[in-house]
């Protein structure tokens, strides 16, 4: 969107033009050309999967690097305060920018740009000097309205904005999401954009009755995101994380080929995941955890013998994985007898007469 707006050109226009000619430059510089072009950008986005409840935590995020064909100033790039949690702070890490003059500076604003403690956005600007906020034109109609303040770059010069840092706590069972302000997919001259900025040309002239005027402008440059930039940017999944106990239970004799039901019991009660059962080493079915926390298996066992049958809770981030104990099933082909033996009564041990000794006893009587 080009501008100076034409009733602030000539709103306080200069002496020197007659004030027949103010109302007839009017109508020829009211008419304003609507361009539409896509800046490709990306957004490097650092933030942790899962977090304990209320215990703090850092995301940060970056803009990719961008380049224009023209000079650039009162840049600012809007994030939204990120959703399901409490931001406990903010700032802007040193030495992340490239190829940009001026400060950085990040701002809790809200809808109107303003700053404010509840806002709903953070930006990226030097001061919150962006081109919503930019003072009129000046009389000489040449380099005013704020042109070349702010955050700027030059023409064809890589830049790129800092990253941000945001410490966070979020209560148990919260979904943080990060995003940018998006916005309305075709922008329009608001507040309710994700980036803006202003780009110079010298091309704004008009003639009329003899009267020729020529003016250094700036473009006022309005984006929203598309596509994946209209979505989260990261997402951070609050809860605690509990060891969870798997008890089974499985009849302890059956015959091959009969249905044998094996049933194990999450503590505590997950509602989701699934339960593995096996026979030794052997994966014999997977089985979904019930709301009420426990999961079935019915099997047919086809070997006679003795089957170790254990049962294992897969897990996941919140409700950790555990293992029951083995119970043993005694599997007997149909028909056939188990003969126990009877156990034998305890018997004496029996020891043999010891020999006698080369050395024995004598007895008799010595006579006189």
């Not at 023409?155 to 995003?179: K, S, Y």
């Not at 119970?327 to 034998?344: D, F, K, Q």
Request: glycine share 10%.
């Amino acid at each position: 969107m080009p501008y100076p707006n034409p009733n602030e050109v000539l709103q306080d226009p200069p002496s020197w033009i007659p004030s027949w000619a103010v109302g007839a430059l009017r109508p020829l510089i009211s008419t304003t050309t609507f361009n539409t072009s896509e800046i490709s950008d990306s957004v490097t986005v650092t933030a942790p999967e899962r977090v304990e409840p209320e215990t703090e935590f850092t995301v940060r995020l970056q803009p990719g690097a961008m380049m224009r064909d023209r000079e650039v100033s009162r840049l600012n790039y809007d994030f939204r305060v990120p959703a399901g949690a409490t931001l406990v702070g903010s700032r802007i890490v040193p030495g992340t920018a490239q190829g940009l003059t001026g400060s950085p500076t990040l701002t809790r604003i809200n809808a109107a740009g303003q700053p404010s403690s509840t806002g709903e956005f953070l930006r990226v600007s030097a001061g919150n000097l962006t081109v919503h906020n930019r003072p009129a034109w000046d009389r000489t109609l040449n380099n005013g309205g704020g042109w070349g303040e702010g955050l700027r770059t030059g023409a064809n010069q890589q830049f790129r904005l800092p990253a941000i840092e945001l410490t966070l706590t979020g209560v148990d069972g919260a979904t943080v999401t990060t995003g940018l302000r998006t916005g309305p997919v075709a922008p329009a001259a608001g507040q309710d954009i994700s980036t803006g900025f202003l780009t110079e040309y010298n091309t704004y002239s008009v003639g009329a009755f003899g009267v020729n005027l020529t003016a250094t402008v700036g473009h006022a440059n309005y984006c929203s995101a598309t596509g994946l930039g209209r979505q989260a940017l990261s997402t951070t999944k609050v809860h605690s994380t509990y060891q969870t106990d798997t008890e089974i239970e499985v009849q302890l004799e059956a015959l091959t080929g009969d249905d044998v039901r094996v049933s194990a019991e999450v503590t505590p009660n997950p509602g989701r995941g699934v339960v593995e059962f096996y026979d030794g080493d052997t994966l014999i079915g997977r089985s979904a955890v019930g709301e009420d926390g426990t999961a079935e298996l019915v099997w047919k066992f086809r070997d006679p013998g003795m089957h170790p049958v254990t049962a294992r809770y897969v897990g996941d981030d919140e409700y950790l994985s555990s293992e029951s104990d083995a119970r043993t099933v005694e599997v007997t082909v149909p028909g056939e007898v188990v003969v126990e033996p009877e156990p034998e009564e305890p018997v004496d041990p029996v020891f043999p007469e010891p020999e006698p000794a080369l050395l024995g006893s004598l007895t008799g009587s010595l006579g006189s």
